[in-house]
């Protein structure tokens, strides 16, 4: 098959770190130094050139030491390493919000966004899984990878967009003959999170060996874990100011997490502006029941506020509410593959391949409870036939008071997301002479993710439920049945009442709140065609050496057709909200399909036109300090439909000063062309929790967003500098050391609804278009926010590499180390608004917390003797301090310590039958000392695990044991 850019495994070993664990063999796992050569394809490069060493970093990880360190799949291991930071997986992401298709597995290297991770397979990019613009992983074939290897700097120019913080390239074992069978299964030691894969891979040839067959099947499943299955997540930790009678003259010394209202943990946290039940406020003048509650029961009670805090409708204990704690912590999945490729070599010389792979991934989960708070409180009027006698007598008819009700005790809404993915790929290659050669790839990629949210309120049926009135013949039926106008009449002839007075109102009037839910559904579908030419080869001979040239062209289009039942969009003119709610009264303004999830439609297209090209110049070789020194640079034009031309290039450096010391550099333009979704997504909502300076009140509001088409390409800077020691004096041992900076011009961002707010009220800017009042002093109804080309980010770091391996006693001992040295991550959100730091800080900002440490890391240890084998991994969270960029951020008891998680992989191989068949016997303890997560809750009680889920395992203590049998 064709090869991007060819090394050998030697040198990579000697420069890279490559694990030597791959040349121990069976009888007699020695480590041999100077092994037999293999092709390595590294993704950094297109240049062809045995020996080559790429001036771009890059890691390499085989097969088997990543399911060592985590047996569950490829990209859980990979996620060990500190490269990849707050990458979303299943126990990596929140199900808060069913409007984003983000729970596979998302790698995001340098923890700049997934989007920026270029993922490719065999050198090839991958077609996008969701319709946010993301590869979900977990479509490869685990059983018939053969490495993984990862580019940590910018190669836009090599692979074009989105390989702004590197490239992730999985490498399928083309060569494999045999049969390969895995099973295994494992679950924590709290009895959750039960899970199994079970595999089988065949690879052989035909025709005389001329033609190669790889076919494999796959399915893992894992019943994931509530939240309530953890005792931390039931004690209802918050972060709230600590201050409650705190005054000042100054204003911002008393708001959350300034000087005097320093934040700190709080058990038990409550928001007061609701109640489980239904808390009373409003009403006419001289109504006594304002501020008293519903019980579970129908009896009217006093509220109890609880203890208060220093943020606002915020307090510890009491009768205010929180995000109920039996909802998902880790969504149940299962994924299927199947994968198959043919490769056939032509007596002419060229060579052929045909592949296709197929994926489904069905995720379920339990979310927020349906919410009648806020700008959606329920309107109680005083001919409501389910009114206690007592409110009763205090109001007219037409009168009618608020009431605040979570229905955190009640069912809660459930979420189905199934996504299948497909992809089909063929290509020819093959040598002009003996110097180029050609290489040619068609690619069909397409995915449908469907969306399926039962058991939310429906805005327009719950509110027309809500309105229960005496028919006059004693039957309570709904306000709107009876209606005047024979359209509003029929439409609401099924309606059946709903009682939310007494306790839970699934149970007291079922019929009632049955007609008030449904489902809020989308399907997204994705496709994706690429035609790809190259040619590789050496144009002329140097005294140092031959330069190596590649060159060539792509074509890439690309589809997103969105279909949703709950289009915001449909109600955003008054007289579609005046049709759609016609009949009904008590509808708040904000009011759209359903609560929580309302998904607009997109529809849009790209067509990608590129060429670029490549040259490796040998400069010198041979002399004193300059054993080797090379050049590379290489550039690529792209033109998009949407946006137009964009540039990119690279220029590198490799110089061997003496045999032992590598010297390496690069600098890049890099680009990240916007998603589909980003350019052309219908309008959507969600709901944020705002403090509002101008009233001093602090609720849930719904936020808008949609897409841009306006949105142009972000651009990068990348540098790179790097050396590599391979002492000859410790035969085994080599190190890395690299230097990156990654910063990014006109990224795409968006301002968060409470920095709308904020900026509104601080400087009366054009931020204040996006709130809607229903009078210039009330508490804002709806926010918009929209994504532009507004933001900048610059990280960089420290990179460290180190692997050894050598003979110790009877058996072998090979060391790997990745650690990772964060020396800044900034960020400014638009022009003129302050840089705000995040390296070493734990961010919490409402119910989302995440952190990156200034330090990481993963030490693996494996030692092999005979036929037994064992394997050790470090992994090491470092210290961070809690914080909130860009707003007061005083803290009580601030420090985040350091983490440590161990795991321990043991392994027997032994021989079966007499046909040369292999099976080994495995058993992982993940997190063997059952370390529990820092306690890092959120601003929003119970929106999250009261940690940081992207960084800390808070499973605990989980086994897998399993058999792979190889003949």
Same mark, same amino acid.
């Given at each position: 098959?064709?090869?991007?850019?060819?090394?050998?495994?030697?040198?990579?070993n000697a420069l890279m770190g490559v694990s030597s664990v791959n040349a121990q063999t069976e009888e007699n796992p020695v480590v041999e130094q100077d092994s037999a050569v293999e092709e390595v394809v590294v993704s950094a490069s297109r240049i062809k050139r045995d020996g080559f060493t790429a001036p771009t970093p890059v890691t390499v990880a085989s097969t088997d030491d990543l399911m060592n360190m985590q047996?569950?799949?490829?990209?859980?291991?990979?996620?060990?390493?500190?490269?990849? !930071?707050?990458?979303?997986?299943?126990?990596?992401? !929140?199900?808060?919000?069913?409007?984003?298709?983000?729970?596979?597995?998302?790698?995001?290297?340098?923890?700049?966004?997934?989007?920026?991770?270029?993922?490719?397979?065999?050198?090839?990019?991958?077609?996008?899984?969701?319709?946010?613009?993301?590869?979900?992983?977990?479509?490869?074939?685990?059983?018939?990878?053969?490495?993984?290897?990862?580019?940590?700097?910018?190669?836009?120019?090599?692979?074009?967009?989105?390989?702004?913080?590197?490239?992730?390239?999985?490498?399928?074992?083309?060569?494999?003959?045999?049969?390969?069978?895995?099973? !295994?299964?494992?679950?924590?030691?709290?009895?959750?999170?039960?899970?199994?894969?079970?595999?089988?891979?065949?690879?052989?040839?035909?025709?005389?060996?001329?033609?190669?067959?790889?076919?494999?099947?796959?399915?893992?499943?894992?019943?994931?874990?509530?939240?309530?299955?953890?005792?931390?997540?039931?004690?209802?930790?918050?972060?709230?100011?600590?201050?409650?009678?705190?005054?000042?003259?100054?204003?911002?010394?008393?708001?959350?997490?300034?000087?005097?209202?320093?934040?700190?943990?709080?058990?038990?946290?409550?928001?007061?502006?609701?109640?489980?039940?239904?808390?009373?406020?409003?009403?006419?003048?001289?109504?006594?029941?304002?501020?008293?509650?519903?019980? !579970?029961?129908?009896?009217?009670?006093?509220?109890?506020?609880?203890?208060?805090?220093?943020?606002?409708?915020?307090?510890?204990?009491?009768?205010?509410?929180?995000?109920?704690? =039996?909802?998902?912590?880790?969504?149940?999945?299962?994924?299927?593959?199947?994968?198959?490729?043919?490769?056939?070599?032509?007596?002419?010389?060229?060579?052929?391949?045909?592949?296709?792979?197929?994926?489904?991934?069905?995720?379920?989960?339990?979310?927020?409870?349906?919410?009648?708070?806020?700008?959606?409180?329920?309107?109680?009027?005083?001919?409501?036939?389910?009114?206690?006698?007592?409110?009763?007598?205090?109001?007219?008819?037409?009168?009618?008071?608020?009431?605040?009700?979570?229905?955190?005790?009640?069912?809660?809404?459930?979420?189905?997301?199934?996504?299948?993915?497909?992809?089909?790929?063929?290509?020819?290659?093959?040598?002009?002479?003996?110097?180029?050669?050609?290489?040619?790839?068609?690619?069909?990629?397409?995915?449908?993710?469907?969306?399926?949210?039962?058991?939310?309120?429906?805005?327009?049926?719950?509110?027309?439920?809500?309105?229960?009135?005496?028919?006059?013949?004693?039957?309570?039926?709904?306000?709107?049945?009876?209606?005047?106008?024979?359209?509003?009449?029929?439409?609401?002839? =099924?309606?059946?009442?709903?009682?939310?007075?007494n306790g839970d109102p699934s149970i007291a009037t079922p019929e009632g709140y049955a007609y008030a839910t449904g489902t809020s559904s989308y399907v997204a579908e994705t496709t994706q065609d690429t035609i790809a030419f190259e040619v590789v080869g050496s144009a002329f001979t140097l005294p140092a050496g031959p330069v190596d040239m590649a060159f060539g062209a792509e074509w890439r289009t690309e589809d997103?057709?969105?279909?949703?039942?709950?289009?915001?969009?449909?109600?955003?003119?008054?007289?579609?909200?005046?049709?759609?709610?016609?009949?009904?009264?008590?509808?708040?303004?904000?009011?759209?399909?359903?609560?929580?999830?309302?998904?607009?439609?997109?529809?849009?297209?790209?067509?990608?036109?590129?060429?670029?090209?490549?040259?490796?110049?040998?400069?010198?070789?041979?002399?004193?300090?300059?054993?080797?020194?090379?050049?590379?640079?290489?550039?690529?034009?792209?033109?998009?439909?949407?946006?137009?031309?964009?540039?990119?290039?690279?220029?590198?450096?490799?110089?061997?000063?003496?045999?032992?010391?590598?010297?390496?550099?690069?600098?890049?333009?890099?680009?990240?062309?916007?998603?589909?979704?980003?350019?052309?997504?219908?309008?959507?909502?969600?709901?944020?929790?705002?403090?509002?300076?101008?009233?001093?009140?602090?609720?849930? @509001?719904?936020?808008?967003?949609?897409?841009?088409?306006?949105?142009?390409?972000?651009?990068?800077?990348?540098?790179?500098?790097?050396?590599?020691?391979?002492?000859?004096?410790?035969?085994?041992?080599?190190?890395?050391?690299?230097?990156?900076?990654?910063?990014?011009?006109?990224?795409?961002?968006?301002?968060?609804?409470?920095?709308?707010?904020?900026?509104?009220?601080?400087?009366?800017?054009?931020?204040?278009?996006?709130?809607?009042?229903?009078?210039?002093? =009330?508490?804002?109804?709806?926010?918009?926010?929209?994504?532009?080309?507004?933001?900048?980010?610059?990280?960089?770091? @420290?990179?460290?590499?180190?692997?050894?391996?050598?003979?110790?006693?009877?058996?072998?001992?090979?060391?790997?180390?990745?650690?990772?040295?964060?020396?800044?991550?900034?960020?400014?959100?638009?022009?003129?608004?302050?840089?705000?730091?995040?390296?070493? @800080?734990?961010?919490?900002?409402?119910?989302?917390?995440?952190?990156?440490?200034?330090?990481?890391?993963?030490?693996?240890?494996?030692?092999?003797?005979?036929?037994?084998?064992?394997?050790?991994?470090?992994?090491?969270?470092?210290?961070?301090?809690?914080?909130?960029?860009?707003?007061?951020?005083?803290?009580?008891?601030?420090?985040?310590?350091?983490?440590?998680?161990?795991?321990?992989?043991?392994?027997?191989?032994?021989?079966?039958?007499?046909?040369?068949?292999?099976?080994?016997?495995?058993?992982?303890?993940?997190?063997?000392?059952?370390?529990?997560?820092?306690?890092?809750?959120?601003?929003?009680?119970?929106?999250?695990?009261?940690?940081?889920?992207?960084?800390? =395992?808070? @499973?605990?203590?989980?086994?897998?044991?399993?058999?792979?049998?190889?003949?």
């Open positions: 098959m064709k090869k991007r850019t060819l090394l050998s495994l030697a040198i990579a047996p569950t799949n490829i990209p859980d291991a990979l996620n060990k390493l500190p490269q990849f !930071q707050l990458s979303s997986g299943p126990a990596q992401s !929140q199900h808060n919000f069913s409007n984003t298709a983000s729970h596979g597995n998302l790698l995001n290297l340098r923890g700049i966004g997934s989007k920026r991770t270029l993922i490719l397979m065999d050198g090839m990019r991958m077609p996008k899984t969701t319709f946010l613009g993301d590869v979900d992983v977990n479509v490869m074939p685990n059983l018939l990878m053969q490495r993984v290897e990862v580019v940590t700097g910018g190669a836009s120019a090599a692979y074009g967009s989105d390989a702004v913080s590197g490239v992730v390239n999985f490498i399928v074992d083309d060569s494999f003959v045999g049969t390969k069978l895995n099973v !295994q299964g494992g679950f924590s030691e709290q009895g959750d999170n039960e899970h199994n894969r079970i595999g089988v891979a065949t690879g052989f040839e035909f025709s005389e060996g001329n033609g190669h067959v790889l076919l494999s099947a796959e399915r893992y499943d894992n019943d994931g874990m509530m939240r309530s299955d953890r005792d931390a997540s039931r004690e209802g930790w918050i972060f709230a100011g600590s201050n409650p009678n705190c005054v000042s003259a100054n204003a911002s010394d008393c708001v959350p997490g300034g000087a005097l209202n320093p934040y700190k943990r709080f058990k038990n946290g409550r928001l007061t502006v609701a109640s489980d039940y239904g808390l009373i406020s409003g009403g006419p003048a001289g109504f006594s029941y304002n501020g008293q509650r519903f019980d !579970q029961s129908g009896n009217i009670v006093p509220f109890d506020p609880g203890t208060p805090t220093g943020s606002p409708i915020f307090a510890s204990g009491g009768d205010g509410y929180t995000v109920p704690f =039996d909802v998902t912590g880790v969504a149940p999945l299962t994924t299927e593959q199947l994968f198959g490729k043919v490769i056939y070599d032509f007596s002419n010389g060229v060579r052929g391949y045909v592949q296709g792979l197929y994926s489904s991934s069905e995720v379920e989960y339990t979310s927020l409870a349906n919410s009648l708070v806020g700008a959606t409180s329920a309107t109680i009027y005083g001919d409501n036939a389910y009114l206690p006698a007592a409110l009763q007598a205090e109001l007219a008819p037409t009168d009618s008071f608020k009431l605040a009700h979570y229905l955190g005790t009640g069912p809660k809404p459930f979420t189905e997301e199934e996504t299948e993915f497909m992809m089909f790929a063929a290509g020819l290659d093959g040598d002009i002479n003996e110097s180029w050669s050609w290489g040619l790839d068609i690619s069909h990629g397409q995915s449908e993710h469907t969306m399926d949210q039962s058991g939310l309120y429906n805005w327009q049926r719950t509110y027309a439920a809500l309105d229960a009135v005496d028919d006059g013949t004693g039957n309570i039926v709904c306000r709107a049945s009876l209606s005047s106008d024979p359209a509003v009449a029929a439409r609401f002839a =099924d309606c059946k009442p709903m009682n939310i007075m997103l057709e969105l279909r949703s039942n709950a289009d915001p969009a449909l109600l955003d003119e008054a007289a579609e909200r005046d049709e759609h709610f016609a009949g009904l009264r008590g509808v708040p303004s904000s009011a759209l399909h359903y609560w929580l999830t309302n998904i607009g439609v997109a529809d849009g297209s790209v067509d990608v036109w590129e060429a670029f090209a490549e040259v490796n110049v040998p400069v010198i070789a041979g002399r004193p300090g300059f054993e080797q020194l090379d050049l590379n640079a290489a550039v690529r034009h792209t033109d998009y439909s949407t946006s137009g031309p964009v540039d990119t290039w690279k220029l590198g450096m490799t110089w061997r000063t003496i045999d032992e010391v590598l010297l390496r550099a690069t600098v890049s333009r890099d680009i990240r062309a916007p998603s589909l979704f980003s350019l052309y997504a219908g309008d959507q909502s969600a709901i944020s929790t705002i403090f509002d300076p101008l009233t001093g009140l602090q609720a849930n @509001i719904p936020q808008v967003n949609g897409g841009n088409r306006d949105l142009e390409p972000e651009e990068a800077d990348t540098y790179t500098f790097g050396v590599v020691y391979t002492p000859q004096a410790v035969p085994g041992l080599s190190l890395s050391i690299d230097y990156y900076s990654i910063e990014i011009q006109d990224a795409i961002g968006s301002l968060s609804a409470q920095q709308i707010i904020n900026n509104c009220f601080q400087t009366g800017g054009p931020e204040c278009d996006l709130i809607t009042r229903p009078s210039p002093g =009330d508490f804002p109804t709806e926010i918009r926010v929209a994504s532009a080309n507004i933001a900048s980010l610059e990280t960089s770091g @420290i990179d460290i590499d180190v692997s050894y391996a050598t003979p110790v006693g009877p058996g072998n001992l090979s060391v790997r180390l990745y650690a990772n040295y964060l020396e800044k991550y900034q960020e400014q959100q638009y022009a003129g608004a302050p840089t705000l730091e995040y390296a070493g @800080i734990a961010t919490i900002a409402g119910g989302n917390t995440q952190g990156r440490p200034e330090w990481s890391g993963t030490l693996n240890v494996s030692y092999d003797l005979g036929n037994f084998g064992l394997t050790l991994t470090e992994q090491y969270v470092g210290k961070m301090e809690v914080g909130i960029p860009g707003s007061p951020s005083n803290f009580i008891d601030g420090d985040v310590d350091p983490e440590w998680y161990t795991d321990i992989t043991g392994r027997y191989r032994m021989m079966v039958g007499n046909q040369g068949g292999e099976m080994e016997l495995f058993g992982t303890v993940n997190n063997l000392f059952d370390n529990e997560p820092p306690i890092v809750p959120g601003t929003t009680p119970g929106a999250t695990y009261p940690t940081m889920i992207g960084v800390y =395992d808070y @499973i605990g203590r989980a086994f897998t044991v399993g058999m792979r049998y190889t003949f």
